[in-house]
């Protein structure tokens, strides 16, 4: 793998800056805000953002690179294909709890519901997000769809995890100067810089830093997961190859490994079959 030192580094910074942002949330509702709870207050409301910056921010940002992690590249593509789904239904599912906490604590305020720009972004977004989730379960990981389809629309799959990915890193930024605005008010408004808002600012910081890095990782080419050989291997050992999608029956990396070393001396034991014809046939 190029530049495989580099990759981890980046990996570890993904991951801490992550790990930083979900407690940075967590401080500032417990700290600096009223706290947890489901009671329809503004504890309720807090579930908000730390949902969706545990889930719609960290966990989508790591289901996004998994597939590039070095170490999965001898696992079965649909192993890594069910736990690349399984991090975006967390993911979702988290962002769902959290919009039932938004409209929770507005109705029982009387607080208007969908009237900021954060808000019709965000709908849209978890809307967009949950069709491409089952898009994806459908045409990528069913073995229906043909496989001119999955490769037609594989570019666009990419492409649109990454745009509502980005979309998401905005619309927190969005979400969470908009709480600022409304939450800091005279003698410490938000405008002179009290320490919650330096405090939460610094988690502004960390999550643009963190969508940058995801970013980088899935957008460099040599960094990508080679072209699927344990399907390929296996259909060839079975005589049944016809060069389609990489996906494999297999769920096992140790499995996938050993199907490598058996297709290996296969092809040894064909090279050497041919090295003895060649011979003869110059004798």
């Known amino acids: 793998m190029e530049g495989y030192g580099l990759f981890l580094a980046l990996l570890a910074s993904a991951l801490l800056l992550g790990f930083l942002s979900v407690i940075f949330a967590l401080v500032w509702v417990l700290h600096y805000r009223e706290g947890l709870a489901w009671d329809g207050g503004a504890a309720e409301f807090n579930w908000h953002p730390v949902l969706i910056l545990t889930g719609f921010v960290f966990v989508q940002g790591i289901a996004i690179i998994v597939y590039r992690l070095p170490w999965t590249w001898k696992c ?14 967390i ?22 519901n969908m009237y900021s720009l954060h808000s019709w972004i965000g709908l849209t977004a978890v809307i ?23 490769a037609m629309l594989m570019p666009i799959h990419a492409y649109s995890g990454l745009l509502i990915f980005g979309t998401v890193i905005a619309t927190a930024l969005m979400g969470i100067t908009e709480k600022l605005f409304f939450a800091l008010k005279a003698p410490a408004a938000y405008k002179d810089s009290p320490e919650e808002a330096v405090f939460v600012n610094t988690l502004g910081v960390l999550i643009v830093v963190f969508g ?12 990508k997961r080679p072209p699927e050989q344990n399907s390929k291997t296996q259909q060839k050992l079975e005589g049944t190859y016809d060069g389609n999608e990489e996906g ?13 070393v058996e297709f290996n001396n296969e092809a040894r034991k064909r090279n050497l079959k041919l090295d003895d014809a060649g011979q003869r046939s110059t004798m």
């Open 76 to 89: 079965s593509k649909v192993l890594m294909k069910l736990i690349h789904a399984g991090l975006n239904t």
């Open 91 to 112: 993911a979702l599912t988290l962002a769902i709890i959290s919009l039932v906490a938004v409209f929770d604590f507005h109705n029982t305020q009387k607080i208007p």
């Open 128 to 150: 967009l997000y949950s069709l491409q989730l089952v898009l994806g379960f459908v045409i990528f990981l069913l073995p229906f769809a043909p496989i001119s389809l999955r």
């Open 212 to 223: 940058a890095v995801i970013l980088w990782m899935a957008t460099r080419p040599y960094w």
């Open 248 to 260: 494999s029956t297999m769920t096992d990396c140790k499995n996938t490994e050993n199907s490598d």
